[in-house]
């Protein structure tokens, strides 16, 4: 390895650090690494200053607010950290309206909000890798205005940690995606989370592997003949769900009344029609699921809140500290005439406190709700990442609350979607964004303030 350029490095930080000090060392930046030469000096300072040479060579771009780090093991020099969101393309930035549940929303928010986090943050995707330099051309936000800003791309070093914002589960499936996340993933210093979208049937599989867990999970199972008739002797509605499929798009509610079973299926608009037994109503359904594979679940007898079902949606991250959270906590309220509440397909938002206070009444009962919601999502985070051996940062999860008040876990989304507004808080809007942030500089081995 030639050397390239310099560091100085007061004698205080060398000592701080327990940096062996010789004549060069190595200064790894992301997926780069360059052999430099190390020159302390003993004033009285403790910071360290790189050669126009060196920062040049390994492509950094924010030459303040870069976090140091000795690696004893490899005897080397760490700056950063280095964070690169994933994403399939670099959406335009020149309209004056923003949808703000948009992914392009969500892009900008998170490079705007990066801007408050030491080392740099850049959004890249598949095709902006050149892998024979361990480089990328990554994407930076600049805002001009309230309204108005521009993406700027540079040459940065591939990243300590790549968060995965793939913004769909087709897009996910393409073979230059999957090329490149496999690649990353074998890249040595480099962390990956939110690896891939989650299938409803082996989360449900995995999660039963937990005995505390069994009591919170509806019954389920793979959608055939059988499995429908088994369920429909114990259940009058059913829920048929492809295993896939993600913001309520493709589910089908089954109701068994007066021999008939009655159906309605959410696509972009209802359908509803009705069969005369198990078999007929999987042949009728055929093309509506669209040769999917699907499960089906036992229906939930929900609580309402002033006429409506609702669920509970949670969104669970981790925090500079590697531990999990509560980030976001509200109510999805189903429109009129309707059980699903996804917000996609009509459903409405209320403070979860109102709706909790509406069904317990009671302060006591409210707050050990709370905390068997949080009880709750521990558990399963806890056991879909051990099971899995992935690494996840944040987790969407959908949680009602039956008649008795008893909880019982929807769905789990590793993906989940976050909006830029909100009508509640936009405190808590912007710790969803900053939170994957502080635990990928926690990947790194960098501490958050």
Known sequence: MKTTGSISMSRNLVDKLGIEVQSFIIVRVGSLKVKSKLIVHDNNKKGYALSPELVQALHIKKRKGMKIRYQAEDKMLHLGPTI?????????????ELDPRSLQAELIYLSIVSKTFPGQVYIFTPGSINWANHTCRGYVYHQ???????WESSIYPLPDVVYDRIHSRSAEARNNVQYAKNRLMKLPYLHYF?????????????????PMLTDYLPETFELDNNNLQELLKKYRVLFMKPS???????????SASKG?????????????????????????????????HYIIQQ??????YKGSP???????????????????????IAPHGSSISNLSSGGRVEKSSKVLRYLFKKDSLIKSKNEEIRQLCKMVAITLENASNNTFGELGMDIGIDRQGRLC??????KPRKTTETVFSMKIVKNTFKRPLAYATYLAGFKVK
């Open 244 to 254: 896939n499929g993600s913001l309520g798009k493709g589910i089908i509610k089954v």
């Open 194 to 210: 939110n690896p891939h979208y989650l299938n409803k049937w082996n989360v449900h599989q995995v999660l039963l592997t937990n």
């Open 260 to 292: 008939k079973l009655n159906y309605i299926a959410y696509k972009s608009r209802r359908i509803r029609n009705q069969a005369s037994n198990p078999a007929e109503l999987i042949r009728k359904t055929k093309k509506l699921r669209d040769d999917r």
């Open 409 to 414: 876990l929807i769905e789990v989304n590793s």
């Open 144 to 150: 001009l205005s309230q309204h108005r800003g521009r």
């Open 310 to 332: 609702f669920d509970l949606r949670i969104i669970y991250q981790k925090n500079g500290q590697g531990e999990w959270m509560i980030s976001k906590k509200f109510c999805r």
């Open 84 to 96: 690169g969101i994933l994403a399939t393309l670099i959406p335009g930035s020149n309209r004056e």
């Open 299 to 304: 229906g939930l007898d929900l609580a309402k």
